[in-house]
Every structure is written in C-alpha cells, then in structure tokens.
C-alpha cells in the first residue's frame, strides 16, 4: 500500500477554481490508479474521478465531468484534480485512493485513502 496525503483545499467563491493534490510515498506509485473521490454532510461518499496508472485513461462521474480535470506525475509520485466552475453543491471533504484494481477503486475499496481536504464553495 502506499500513503496519501491531500492538500489544496479551501474556500471559494463559485464560480472560482481550486487545484487538489495528493502525494504518495513509495516507489511503486506508477502501478497504482488513482481516484478523488468526495463526502458532503450527510451524504454517502461519492466517485469523482479516475486516471490510469499511465495517465493515459481518466473517467469522470457526470456531476464534474466538463469541470474538474484529474493528471498525474509519476516521477512526483503526485496526483492532481484541477477543479473549475465550482459550484455549492461541490462542497465536500475530498479524498484520493489508490489501488493496482481499477473496478475495485471505482467502487470505493481502494486499499489506501487520504486524510481527506476540505473544499467550500460559498454563492
């Protein structure tokens, strides 16, 4: 497994744009894939999106697609979700995962989460 640790969160008007990273340790971090996903008050936790160990594929869910872009550094061992035209509803705490199985990160069960960053987004 590898460690994350998130960070970019913050407050912002909507409308505005945030830049979410997450570090990994180890040197594996190339055979990972890697996901954001987000927990609103209240709410289930939800996919966001997806990038393949490569970079080359992503998958986004419908509610972000068009505004949040999801890339990856290998040699940084960093993943990031470049958010824009943020909106209210896009307040949630954000959370990455990794893991080497795509369907089982896609479902939540990736065997390595963050601590999670906060994202306001004030109207």
């Known amino acids: 497994q590898v460690q994350l640790v998130e960070s970019g969160g913050g407050l912002v008007q909507a409308g505005g744009s945030l830049r979410l990273s997450c570090a990994a340790s180890?040197?594996?971090?190339?055979?990972?894939?890697m996901g954001w996903f987000r927990q609103a008050p209240g709410k289930e936790r939800e996919f966001i999106a997806d990038i393949s160990w490569s970079g080359g594929s992503t998958n986004y869910a419908d509610s972000v697609k068009g505004r949040f872009t999801i890339s990856r550094d290998n040699a940084k061992n960093t993943v990031y979700l470049q958010m824009n035209s943020l909106k209210p509803e896009d307040t949630a705490v954000y959370y990455c995962a990794a893991d080497r199985n795509l369907p089982r990160l896609r479902l939540g069960l990736g065997g390595s989460w963050g601590q999670g960053t906060q994202v306001t987004v004030s109207s």
């Open positions: 180890g040197r594996t971090f190339s055979t990972y894939v």
